[in-house]
């Protein structure tokens, strides 16, 4: 039972362009949702975040989209960049179990030169 | 600055052989998580640790035993090996507030023969 859903296991962009890395989760009860970034042989690293009293967090590049209505987020990046290229992870976890962080499949971006 | 530390970076067992594998972290943290990486899997929740002796169950617990040692430490023992314990294991650490950012180490790549 897969409660949070990577459906796009690659994703790749010319550099410049808009990468758009889709997250869809089933359970009802998160409300906390998170992007990690993970380079080769490194441990994943946050990135951003987003509770479900917003629909949008923005930090630089880097912006989260939530739609709770169709249990649906998305990390936008303007513009991306090479070093852009890794695995981004979408996570979620709730109020009172926010020690179980429930993690998706991972989407591997490649931003070509 | 350190982070967090895992020990060893990768290692090779045969089918029955048993290890620890150690983790240590220095900001301080009071929860500490154990995951395992696989393909197409994701991170999944090995055992977790809210506070400095207490240790919970996360989503696939089964095969693996873990000690908070003390609040820097926390080992992930497999005491007896088996193929499908062949993975990448990653050790986090976050304050244990809520939100709950996560702090990884680089990670340790088993393999199980």
Not at chain 1, 2 to 15: A, D, F, G, T
Not at chain 2, 12 to 39: E, I
Request: charged letters at 20%; glycine letters at 8%.
């Amino acid at each position: 039972d897969q409660q949070v859903k990577q459906n796009s296991p690659s994703l790749s962009v010319q550099e410049g362009r808009i990468s758009i890395l889709n997250c869809d989760y089933t359970n009802s009860m998160f409300d906390y949702f998170l992007w990690y970034k993970k380079y080769p042989a490194e441990g994943p690293t946050f990135l951003i975040s987003i509770s479900s009293i917003k629909d949008k967090n923005e930090d630089g590049r880097f912006t989260v989209f939530l739609n709770k209505s169709a249990k649906h987020l998305s990390l936008h990046i303007v513009p991306s960049q090479p070093g852009d290229s890794a695995v981004y992870f979408c996570a979620a976890t709730y109020s009172g179990g926010y020690q179980k962080v429930t993690f998706g499949t991972g989407t591997k971006l490649q931003v070509i030169p | 600055n350190a982070g967090v530390t895992q020990t060893p970076k990768f290692q090779v067992l045969k089918t029955g052989q048993s290890m620890t594998l150690q983790c240590a972290q220095d900001m301080n943290h009071n929860s500490m998580y154990w995951y395992r990486q696989d393909p197409g899997m994701g991170l999944r929740l090995i055992y977790y640790s809210a506070s400095e002796g207490t240790t919970d169950k996360g989503e696939v617990p089964n095969g693996y035993n873990v000690s908070r040692l003390n609040k820097r430490e926390f080992s992930l023992r497999l005491e007896s090996a088996a193929p499908s314990q062949t993975s990448v294991y990653f050790c986090a650490s976050s304050e244990g507030l809520e939100k709950n950012i996560q702090y990884f180490g680089a990670g340790t790549r088993l393999s199980v023969l």
